[in-house]
């Protein structure tokens, strides 16, 4: 369904936006509380160029920081927050609106129960509950649904915007935005916070209206983030790392294409040996392993901190045929390239290892890795297709959902090899043909009739010692 961003460190262009691939933005309603948040509030102007760049925008209130919380002043503070709020969104032209109010920190139910829920029904009571909408943790947004003082949307889903701060790796079935990656350059060189959208009602419309923003027709972005599943939470080691990431590196398991990726991340939390961000299997479906801005065990110290690492669970001595032979695995392996590379802004180029170290941004392997010094491997192999993955990453930022690239049929398979089966000897100038059993008798007879050669020289050498000592004593007895 795309991605919209939020920032409060300046406004940012709403063509740049669009130009960014993103479908609209989050917006503070509420003013500036230090000198650099000059992104605060949102204006008329800016929300009217949203409209005609045919992006979309909802909003959200948010003035006090992690020290003093907005819901922390409970049933006072949502009265007056939420008269701002109108007042706000009447400023800009746009009544009717709904708001998110931010619990920005990690509220426990204790102060949801005693404040934090009466700031909230204080809220519904000025602007209708259909209005409010919450920001927060997975846990404060089950709360706050099941209290009843956010917007219910039906078949599950609430006005609930979800970051991933404080939720401990779980997602909140009734969020309709995710926030995952904070922090990152986004449009303009401007600091920003990206956000998936998982339902068609994000708040970017006043409730009830027929015809919301997102039902216009226009070109859609891609919308795919690259996740089917989700065990980032299992890696207990690492550290965070800095975004954007500008380098994607990819490699291989060195398992058989058909091993899962789970019994990797497990094999990998269980021994410590190593990590990536992303797995994908022969199933075609792609695990998060570590967040884009958590540093990985995949190459040497410097590539862990500064590249994105897709393994697939594959094997680097597979020639071009039989990876071609795993249609689904190289999509997945697009997806998340195609990902990365409209989120960071890195090129659908393949690196060699003189560019990479040169500080070029695209896609490598292993291999090229080696530059970056701490390793010696050399997956995802000399014939990994390169070329199939990046059009096909190429193609999904295009909008294409149906891979143009013609996938060869599976090789066929080699008959069994029996005891019958005839063997060519490997001996140069040898053109000796037999069954493989035969090959196995002359193997079992030169073993044992070496043993048995082994075993008569041993004996002859137990005599000659037995000669031999016999003869020194005759000796020491003559010098007697």
């Not at 920005?104 to 259909?130: H, M, S």
């Not at 909140?172 to 916070?193: C, R």
């Not at 071009?320 to 990365?340: D, F, H, S």
């Amino acid at each position: 369904m795309g991605t919209v961003l939020d920032y409060s460190v300046s406004p940012i262009s709403a063509s740049a936006i669009r130009d960014a691939g993103h479908v609209g933005a989050v917006r503070y309603l509420s003013p500036p509380r230090e000198a650099w948040m000059k992104g605060k509030p949102a204006t008329a102007e800016e929300a009217q160029n949203f409209k005609t760049q045919a992006l979309d925008m909802a909003f959200v209130w948010q003035y006090g920081g992690a020290s003093s919380p907005d819901a922390m002043r409970g049933r006072e503070g949502g009265l007056a927050d939420a008269t701002n709020a109108g007042k706000q969104l009447k400023a800009i032209a746009r009544t009717g609106y709904p708001v998110f109010f931010a619990v920005d920190f990690d509220i426990t139910l204790d102060q949801w129960n005693t404040t934090a829920v009466e700031y909230f029904k204080a809220a519904c009571e000025v602007l209708g509950r259909e209005r409010v909408g919450i920001y927060g943790h997975s846990r404060v947004i089950a709360w706050a649904h099941q209290d009843g003082v956010i917007a219910d949307l039906g078949g599950g889903k609430a006005l609930a915007w979800q970051t991933k701060s404080w939720s401990g790796g779980q997602r909140a079935p009734e969020a309709v935005l995710y926030q995952g990656t904070h922090n990152v350059t986004g449009p303009e060189g401007i600091q920003v916070d990206v956000n998936e959208v998982l339902h068609d009602y994000w708040g970017q419309a006043a409730p009830g209206t027929t015809t919301p923003p997102q039902d216009k027709k226009k070109e859609a972005p891609v919308a795919d983030n690259a996740v089917d599943i989700d065990l980032h939470h299992l890696i207990p080691f690492g550290n965070p790392t800095p975004l954007p990431k500008k380098r994607i590196i990819v490699h291989t398991t060195e398992n058989t294409p058909g091993t899962s990726s789970r019994n990797i991340l497990d094999y990998q939390v269980r021994t410590r040996t190593g990590s990536y961000h992303r797995l994908v299997d022969a199933s075609g479906q792609i695990t998060l392993a570590n967040t884009d801005d958590w540093q990985t065990w995949s190459v040497g110290n410097k590539g862990n901190d500064i590249a994105l690492h897709v393994s697939l669970v594959a094997q680097a001595k597979m020639t071009r045929a039989e990876w071609l032979a795993q249609p689904k695995m190289l999509e997945g392996a697009a997806r998340v390239i195609a990902y990365w590379a409209r989120t960071y802004d890195i090129p659908l180029v393949k690196l060699t290892r003189e560019e990479l170290g040169a500080g070029k941004h695209g896609v490598a392997g292993h291999l090229e890795a080696q530059v970056w010094g701490n390793t010696d491997h050399w997956d995802p192999g000399y014939e990994f297709p390169y070329d199939v993955v990046l059009a096909r990453a190429k193609e999904i930022n295009a909008g294409k959902t149906a891979p143009a690239v013609a996938i060869p049929p599976a090789p066929v398979p080699k008959a069994p090899l029996t005891l019958d089966t005839p063997c060519k000897s490997h001996v140069p100038g040898s053109t000796h043909v037999a069954p493989l059993a035969d090959y196995i008798m002359y193997i079992d007879r030169g073993v044992f009739e070496s043993r048995r050669m082994i075993d008569a020289n041993a004996q002859r050498l137990e005599a000659l010692d037995k000669k031999f000592d016999r003869l020194l004593e005759l000796v020491e007895k003559k010098e007697q």
